[in-house]
């Protein structure tokens, strides 16, 4: 969502299989928000025509052809029903990625698929990739750290594991306005929300462009917004500020946040991590990335936190394993450190 030893163990083996991880630059686009919403993902869509060709594909090889025919349809009717801006976006895609709108609008349902999923799961699977119908891995959806600097200064990693054919559509997005970045994210390319983003002066992992897009938002504002906000399924909201201890993991059910976990300097807690699962009950035996990881960031201790640490954490096994489609790193205080990577074990 070990013991000594088993922390020298998993630090000797990291050193190896960071060497067999296959690293590379998440692509970076730059989306034009002065442009009609129709033509502002126009390059993405040239781009990855082929690769979401091949998603679809492989929705279609796991549902079946005629369950997705049938979706596809119902889904096209649900278009109507998102906001209009960002369903001109994703008519982008229709336009020149060369798919048809109950392709798209599928590819955007991810979450609302995985939310209905889950209501025949026990509340403490928020979000686990693993009862996600269209993607299967043996780890929960990301790990994620929000750590204190010595100097003060709030830095946020983050592993995002699923299974599927995702690598080849992983980007970096920058949303400008006037030539100048309003916000910057990663997602997936034909996937219009956020599902990891960086503001300058604050930042959140969560898919909620208007949040990002709102100049008054500044940390206790998105996190009293998401807390208060109803939702169609669960999560955990990843919440960044600048300094200090504006650092939170929301724990959220479909209707309210049931739980804000903050950093607090006075207890010394000057980092939290979350692996999908409720902070506060065990992880499952069978998907641990939440011990191992504490106890990196334990050894490391706070005076040695920087992005190349917690980058290094965020590649050992099993924090890093085969289900991590990318990496990225981020600071609402300098937001030039936003980098990502698209991870691949050989």
């Not at 088993?6 to 296959?22: E, N, V, Y």
């Not at 992983?170 to 034909?190: D, L, M």
């Not at 998401?226 to 201890?245: E, M, R």
């Not at 309210?256 to 010394?268: F, P, T």
């Amino acid at each position: 969502m070990m013991a000594a030893v088993w922390f020298m163990i998993l630090l000797t083996f990291s050193i190896q299989m960071q060497a067999q991880a296959k690293d590379i630059p998440i692509p970076n686009y730059n989306i034009n928000l002065d442009l009609p919403p129709n033509e502002r993902w126009k390059q993405v869509a040239i781009d990855y025509s082929q690769s979401l060709k091949e998603l679809i594909d492989y929705f279609r090889e796991i549902i079946g052809n005629n369950s997705y025919h049938m979706l596809s349809i119902m889904a096209a009717s649900l278009e109507r029903y998102y906001p209009q801006e960002y369903a001109q976006e994703m008519m982008s895609f229709v336009t020149y990625g060369q798919i048809t709108v109950g392709d798209i609008v599928i590819w955007n349902m991810l979450d609302e698929l995985t939310a209905y999923v889950h209501q025949s799961y026990p509340p403490s699977s928020h979000y686990s990739s693993s009862s996600i119908p269209f993607f299967s891995t043996d780890h929960g959806a990301c790990t994620s750290i929000l750590a204190t600097t010595k100097a003060g200064k709030i830095i946020h990693g983050r592993n995002l594991d699923y299974g599927g054919p995702l690598r080849k559509l992983a980007v970096t997005v920058h949303f400008q306005r006037n030539g100048i970045t309003v916000y910057s994210g990663t997602t997936f390319a034909g996937y219009v929300g956020i599902l990891t983003a960086v503001k300058p002066g604050r930042f959140l992992a969560l898919k909620v462009r208007d949040l990002l897009d709102d100049p008054s938002s500044d940390f206790e504002k998105v996190v009293d917004t998401i807390v208060n906000t109803q939702f169609i399924g669960p999560f955990y909201a990843i919440v960044g500020g600048v300094s200090g201890d504006e650092g939170a993991i929301i724990t959220h059910n479909r209707t309210a946040g049931i739980d804000v976990w903050r950093l607090n300097s006075s207890e010394n807690r000057w980092f939290i991590l979350e692996t999908n699962y409720d902070h506060w009950t065990p992880p499952p035996e069978s998907d641990d990335r939440r011990d191992p990881a504490n106890k990196m960031m334990n050894e490391t201790g706070l005076s040695n936190i920087s992005s190349d640490s917690i980058f290094k954490i965020l590649s050992t096994p099993p924090i890093l394993n085969d289900g991590t489609i990318f990496t990225v790193l981020m600071s609402a205080a300098d937001p030039t450190l936003y980098t990502g990577w698209i991870r691949e074990l050989s």
